[in-house]
């Protein structure tokens, strides 16, 4: 099976920078995707880790590290409409039904 | 461009009623999905189908059936609805490839009474 850790809630301030982690449990896998969800709204698509390293995707960043079953979202220029919930989610290919996500982190951007 | 559609938005049922939850894409993405979100669960996989005439279990099955008769529509149906079943749940689509984004519906909020 899998298993991914975020944690519940995150605050930070207009301006900031906020790192989410995503540490996983699994046999295998293809790579770590992120999506983000406004209040009411539908996941959307933020970025996809294959590989190791950082993925940079204009103000929001993210990152792998196979060795050590961990992954970040990187957020950085906070901006209020970035209050949302922010998910990890684990690749596991076609046959296990591809995506597997984790709870879900509800970020907080304060003025 | 669409994307993907669900309907309905949203639903009241009475425990023991059936529905059908209508799922379409216009991409043409060979893989579709259900899932349902209930809060601080996240998004938990229902069923899947990895091409016209296919589907699979996911991790929560149990109570829903599905069907891809068409490419681009997936239904799930829910023959004897529960309360246990009041939650929302979301569409999605993908191309058969890895590195790809899945793209979401706007969700079906439903509620079993």
């Known amino acids: 099976g899998q298993s991914l850790e975020q944690p519940s809630e995150v605050t930070a301030v207009e301006g900031a920078i906020v790192q989410i982690n995503c540490t996983y449990q699994?046999?295998?896998?293809?790579?770590l995707s992120w999506y983000q969800q406004h209040d009411g709204g539908a996941p959307t698509f933020l970025s996809y880790?294959?590989?190791?390293g950082l993925e940079e995707t204009g103000r929001f960043s993210s990152f792998l590290s196979r060795s050590d079953s961990y992954g970040y979202l990187l957020l950085q220029e906070l901006q209020m409409k970035d209050s949302a919930s922010y998910f990890c989610?684990?690749?596991?290919?076609?046959?296990?039904?591809?995506?597997?996500f984790g709870r879900g982190t509800q970020l907080t951007v304060w003025p | 461009n669409a994307g993907v559609t669900q309907t309905p938005k949203f639903r009241v049922l009475k425990t023991g009623q059936s529905m059908t939850l209508l799922c379409a894409q216009d991409?043409?993405?060979?893989?579709m999905y259900w899932y349902r979100q209930d809060p601080g669960m996240g998004l938990r996989l229902i069923h899947y189908?990895?091409?016209?005439?296919?589907?699979a279990k996911g991790e929560v099955p149990d109570g829903y059936n599905v069907s891809r008769l068409k490419k681009q529509n997936f239904l799930l149906g829910l023959e004897s609805a529960a309360p246990s079943q009041t939650s929302v749940y979301f569409c999605?689509?993908?191309?058969?490839?890895?590195?790809?984004?899945?793209?979401f519906g706007q969700g079906t909020r439903l509620t079993v009474v």
């Open positions: 999605a689509s993908s191309f058969h490839r890895v590195n790809t984004e899945a793209f």
């Open positions: 189908s990895v091409g016209e005439g296919t589907t």
């Open positions: 880790n294959a590989l190791d």
């Open positions: 989610a684990l690749d596991r290919g076609s046959t296990l039904g591809r995506l597997y």
């Open positions: 991409m043409n993405h060979e893989y």
């Open positions: 699994t046999s295998g896998f293809y790579g």
